[in-house]
């Protein structure tokens, strides 16, 4: 039986494995991979970025780390989280099943794709799922939006206090009749167009999305249609909110004694490598704290 599981290595798992090792827990991490989505970059022609911390600079190093101490990892898919006797039981794609007192889970959460013609092949080169990351990118410059949920306008509100041209593109009415939505209505730098997005075009880089039956030149493009959070694996333990988060408190620990949680699988704001490096080590220091009271 080991002292904590921590199940994905991304910045929350692969921080939070460091932090354990350190309390030196008897700690086994499981994960389809090492890094996660510090990998996801965005290219915008002309444009070179000046980030002092780096995410991914960290994770990184946090990664070497765990490469030099020798610990228990396994490179697998998660499939369930069962709780069992005093701790949980962790069943894996290969039909593995591993026993601990304490888990975290830190399986992130994905972006949803629209799976239109180009955009796959121009992910990372102009075209990305997240504002909140890349939106700096973009001053004097005229990207589109994809999305009508909040998320989706409130990147749009943010685009246009930077950009020349705002192009928001409503697959439906969502949000856009909501206070915030018709501020964004009255903004002039923000083009409204009520149809889907059916392809995006580019060589190099995204350089037009075809909205309807109109091409648009754009300079970037954003899919905002919302996030998947990878918490099937802990559906049937209660502890999912109606968004498909896991639900967390100040101490990153769910309602359930000995699961805990950290990074864009929980309802924590906001989706950062850094917040969720942060996230990963508190989810290990309060389930170090629970062991000790156990
Ligand atoms: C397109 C895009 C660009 C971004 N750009 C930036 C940026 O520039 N700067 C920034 O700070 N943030 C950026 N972010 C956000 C950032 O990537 C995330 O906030 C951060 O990676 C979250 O870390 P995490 O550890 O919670 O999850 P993730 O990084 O998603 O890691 C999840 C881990 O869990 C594993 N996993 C998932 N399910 C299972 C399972 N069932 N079994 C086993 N393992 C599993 C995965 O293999 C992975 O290792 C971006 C996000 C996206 C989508």
Do not use: W
């Not at 932090?19 to 444009?47: H, P």
């Not at 905002?224 to 999912?240: F, H, K, N, Q």
């Not at 699988?265 to 080590?281: K, N, P, R, S, Y």
Request: net charge neutral.
């Amino acid at each position: 039986m080991n002292d904590l599981i921590i199940i994905g290595g991304g910045p929350a798992g692969l921080t939070a494995a460091v932090y354990a090792l350190n309390k030196r827990l008897n700690v086994l991490l499981i994960s389809e991979d090492l890094g996660g989505k510090t990998g996801y970059t965005l290219e915008v022609k002309g444009y070179e970025g000046h980030e002092v911390i780096r995410g991914g600079e960290v994770v990184e190093k946090f990664k070497r780390q765990l490469e030099y101490l020798n610990f228990a990892r396994e490179i697998d898919r998660v499939t369930k989280v069962v709780a069992e006797g005093n701790g949980y039981a962790v069943h894996t794609q290969s039909n593995k099943k591993f026993q601990a007192r304490a888990v975290i889970v830190a399986t992130g959460a994905a972006p949803k794709r629209l799976d239109v013609p180009g955009e796959k092949q121009l992910i990372g080169k102009g075209l990305s799922y997240s504002a909140i990351s890349h939106a700096q990118l973009f001053i004097e410059r005229e990207p589109a939006i994809v999305g009508s949920n909040l998320r989706a306008l409130q990147a749009a509100a943010e685009m246009a206090n930077i950009a020349k041209q705002v192009y928001l593109i409503l697959p439906d009415k969502g949000e856009i009749d909501s206070a915030f939505g018709k501020k964004l209505r009255a903004n002039p730098k923000v083009k409204i167009f009520e149809a889907p997005l059916k392809e995006v075009r580019g060589a190099e880089g995204v350089e037009s999305i075809v909205v309807g039956d109109k091409t648009i030149k754009v300079d970037g493009l954003f899919i905002e249609v919302g996030l998947t959070p990878g918490s099937t694996i802990v559906a049937d333990l209660g502890v999912v909110d109606a968004n498909g988060r896991i639900a967390v408190n100040c101490r990153s620990a769910t309602a359930r004694p000995g699961l805990f949680a950290a990074g864009d699988v929980t309802d924590v704001f906001i989706e950062q490598v850094l917040v969720a490096v942060g996230e990963g080590a508190k989810a290990a220091l309060s389930a170090y704290e629970y062991l000790l009271n156990q």
